[in-house]
């Protein structure tokens, strides 16, 4: 059975960081390309970063970019989203993905393995 759980968030002023971490169990994690998204109160869940296999390909949202970072711990089992500068508009629920392919995608249907999410609030 294959389990993504993320923790690490909670609330944080505005230009804070946070870092999240999500621990994958039940598959081969260091073959899988991994994401994270987020679904603010209202709105559609949108794509925020992404990360190869190996770790060493990774792609951003826009609105996002040069704020966060992904990476992955192969050895761990875990891929994380460290967040810098923190934005009220970044206030949403994060969610781990996890895709049976090595390279990293951008589209929620790209992806076969979800957490339960963890929620950020940024506060102003």
């Known amino acids: 059975q294959v389990q993504l759980v993320e923790s690490g968030g909670g609330l944080v002023q505005a230009g804070g960081s946070l870092r999240l971490s999500c621990v994958v169990s039940?598959?081969?994690?260091?073959?899988?390309?991994m994401g994270w998204f987020r679904q603010a109160p209202g709105k559609e869940r949108e794509f925020v970063a992404a990360i190869s296999y190996g770790g060493g390909n990774t792609n951003y949202a826009d609105s996002v970019k040069g704020r966060f970072t992904i990476s992955r711990d192969n050895a761990k089992n875990t891929v994380y989203l460290q967040m810098k500068s923190l934005k009220p508009e970044d206030t949403a629920v994060y969610y781990c993905?996890?895709?049976?392919?090595?390279?990293?995608?951008?589209?929620?249907?790209?992806?076969?393995?979800w957490g339960q999410g963890t929620q950020v609030t940024v506060s102003s």
């Open positions: 039940g598959r081969t994690f260091s073959d899988d390309a």
């Open positions: 993905a996890g895709r049976s392919k090595p390279g990293y995608a951008s589209l929620e249907a790209d992806y076969a393995f």
